[in-house]
Every structure is written in C-alpha cells, then in structure tokens.
C-alpha cells in the first residue's frame, strides 16, 4: 500500500471551497439516485442487490435501470476522485471527510465535514467523529507555521 499523503492544516482548508462544491454536488447526486431507486422499487416491488438490464424489460424499465447505472458510476467515479485528493470519505450522507495531519508530532485524522468552511477538529486514528477535538488557537498557530 501507498504511503499516505499527511496534509498541513493549511494545505486541507486551500482545498476545502473545492469539496465544498463537490460534496454538494454528491449529496445531490446521492438524492437523485435513491428517488430513482424508489420508482424502481415501485416498478420491482423491491430494489435488485444488482441492477441489470434483463431480456424482458420494457423500454421504461430498461431507461430507468441506464439512468441508474450512469448516475450510480458518476457518484462513485467522483468519490474516487475526492480520495485522490488525499481525503478519506467517512461517510457520504453528511458529507464525511478526513485527512491525515499530525497534531504535536502524532498521526491524526483532520476531521471536516461538509459545510465547514475550516478544519477545526481533529481526532486519533483509532477514534471517529465522537472522539473529535477542537484544534485551538495555539494549536492552530503551531501546526500552521
């Protein structure tokens, strides 16, 4: 496995307006998807564990089920294209993301989530968002200089 990129606190909150806009985007696209899923749902009386055009769908159902398929590859290609970024997607409902920093010399996850226009938490490796600290004005100070 690939070294890790570890950001500066400086260097994640440059690309922060950047995710900003994407993650929107994503939630977004995340909408569109589970509404078509309802309607498939509605045509299937249940959603497939894989969606595939099959011989007897009719021109409705075989439209739906591209669409899907597109979008579906959309979000997920955009996805990969975030964590190329250096982002670790936590969690793509809320727009989840983290990214390696070091906090007084130790590994750390920067902890950001959509709609914040900084990083202002952090937290240890083996802890999620729960265990978010707040990176405070001296903190801040050392870790950017």
């Keep these: 496995m690939a070294k890790e990129q570890v950001f500066t606190l ?8 950047r995710l900003n806009a994407v993650v929107q985007e994503q ?10 899923l309802e309607v ?4 299937l009386g ?5 969606i595939t055009l099959e011989p007897g769908d009719d021109d409705e159902l075989r439209g739906l089920k591209t669409e899907l398929l597109r979008r ?3 979000y997920q290609t955009t996805w990969r294209t975030v964590e190329e970024l250096g982002a ?8 989840l993301l983290d990214f390696y920093g070091q906090v007084d010399g130790k590994l750390v996850w920067f902890c950001w989530k959509h709609g914040e226009t900084e990083i202002t938490h952090y937290h240890a490796l083996d802890e999620g968002f729960s265990g978010r600290r707040e990176i405070r ?3 801040k100070h050392r870790l950017i200089n």
Excluded: C, F
């Design 46 to 50: 249940s959603v497939p564990d894989a």
């Design 137 to 139: 004005h001296s903190a």
């Design 10 to 17: 400086e260097e994640v909150n440059a690309l922060l307006p």
């Design 88 to 95: 670790v997607l936590k969690d793509a409902r809320t727009g």
């Design 72 to 74: 579906i590859e959309e």
């Design 27 to 36: 939630m977004g696209r995340r909408a569109a998807i589970e509404h078509r």
């Design 40 to 43: 498939l749902r509605g045509r």
